[in-house]
């Protein structure tokens, strides 16, 4: 275990995180904020249970049609001096988002959204881009298609423990669902993947209700806080307490680094804790 091999060899230089983005879907629902959650294989540093989201890549770097807010308005939102490094997060962001679920946030320009999303023809393109075949560049120019980064807002930022072998230095992300689109998972990987209403999962945080239903030998009998990571969890919290999609996306957040501690508890086991801003997020959260 890496939290137990950590502590017995003592502090040491933890790895290098790798950059990596996070969207969190949202809509409206008549039992509260919802989002897109899906299963993510292989220990990914975002969860076994999270948003959709993956590294950053170089290829990000070759979009140039964007419409909203500049690099360096972004750069100054993400609250980094990088604006390269700010561009390439909102590029992997949407990027993976159309990966994994098929929501694209683009359109022709400023004021319109692409349509008509589904279909084998746009399956491939998806694939294609997953599998490093194409890259989202070559499909946006393809279609004449600009980022619409205006749709997306900073939600927060987090990075991985000292003590994991795989770490991510993660930006998240909020957007609404477009009305012309709906998810749909990834033909070749696509396990799991619904609308949660974030109430009700929090309700059910300390059942295995999520993790029997999504029925793998990783997930089933282990809880909310087993299948996520403090992010997931601290994100579903704020969301259950948002007055609907527009006051959660409208909500000020200041800028700042989260990144949860190794903690013993008192039956031996082990914790992440990390500290949130009360007036912004809440308590202090320990998760198992």
């Not at 969207?23 to 076994?48: E, H, I, N, W």
């Not at 909102?90 to 679920?101: G, N, P, Q």
Request: aromatic letters at 8%.
């Amino acid at each position: 275990m890496a939290a137990q091999a950590w502590l017995d060899f003592g502090e040491r230089a933890p790895s290098k995180p790798r950059f990596a983005s996070s969207v969190v879907l949202l809509k409206d629902s008549p039992t509260g904020l919802q989002a897109f959650m899906t299963y993510r294989p292989g220990g990914s540093p975002l969860g076994t249970v999270a948003f959709p989201g993956g590294t950053v890549e170089s290829a990000d770097d070759d979009v140039t049609d964007w419409v909203g807010p500049s690099p360096a308005q972004w750069a100054k939102s993400l609250g980094t001096t990088n604006v390269d490094l700010a561009k390439r997060h909102v590029v992997a962001a949407i990027r993976e988002t159309f990966e994994e679920t098929g929501i694209l946030l683009a359109g022709p320009d400023a004021a319109s959204m692409v349509e008509g999303v589904s279909g084998p023809e746009w399956m491939k393109a998806r694939e294609d881009i997953a599998s490093q075949d194409a890259t989202f560049a070559k499909l946006l120019e393809r279609r004449g298609l600009a980022l619409r980064t205006d749709l997306l807002k900073p939600l927060s930022h987090w990075v991985g423990p000292d003590f994991a072998h795989r770490r991510f230095d993660t930006r998240y992300f909020a957007a609404a669902l477009p009305v012309s689109q709906q998810p749909e998972l990834l033909a070749s990987k696509g396990v799991w993947g619904r609308w949660v209403c974030a109430s009700d999962i929090l309700a059910a945080r300390a059942t295995s209700m999520l993790g029997d239903e999504i029925g793998l030998p990783g997930t089933v009998g282990l809880t909310l806080g087993e299948l996520s990571v403090p992010a997931v969890e601290i994100s579903l919290e704020k969301m259950a307490a948002a007055r609907g999609c527009i006051a959660y996306l409208n909500h000020k957040r200041p800028s700042r680094e989260y990144k949860p501690d190794l903690v013993t508890l008192s039956d031996g086991s082990f914790g992440l804790e990390v500290s949130v801003a009360p007036a912004s997020e809440g308590a202090a959260c320990r998760e198992r």
